[in-house]
């Protein structure tokens, strides 16, 4: 999984990004990547390195439709929902 988070408010930072399934934790995003195109569209360069990755390994998850998303924990410990979360059918390959 790949995107960008960015906090809104001069005060506050993204600490970190998880991903959830069917709202358990279930990986924690590498973050500081470069995002130059998000930094210049939203006129932010404290955003430049905004971008975001997650490798999710999907071998112990049990058949059956989920829902998968990540969320961003600012500094004050809030956490935010990030566009993009939708639901997964994962079928048993065994």
């Known amino acids: ?6 906090a809104e408010r001069s005060e506050t930072r ?3 990004i998880e991903i959830l399934l069917d ?3 279930i990986a924690k995003a590498a973050e500081g990547i470069e995002r130059s195109d ?4 939203f006129g932010k ?3 430049s390195k905004s971008g975001w990755e997650a ?4 071998d112990e998850i049990l058949p059956g439709e989920h829902r998968i998303e990540a969320v961003a924990r600012d ?6 929902p990030l566009s993009g979360g939708r639901s997964i059918l994962v079928l048993d390959s065994r």
């Open 45 to 47: 360069p404290e955003w």
């Open 38 to 41: 998000v930094a210049d569209r």
């Open 1 to 6: 999984m790949v995107g960008w988070a960015g």
């Open 23 to 25: 709202g358990v934790e």
């Open 55 to 58: 490798v999710v390994a999907m």
């Open 75 to 80: 500094s004050t410990g809030a956490m935010y």
């Open 14 to 16: 993204i600490e970190g």
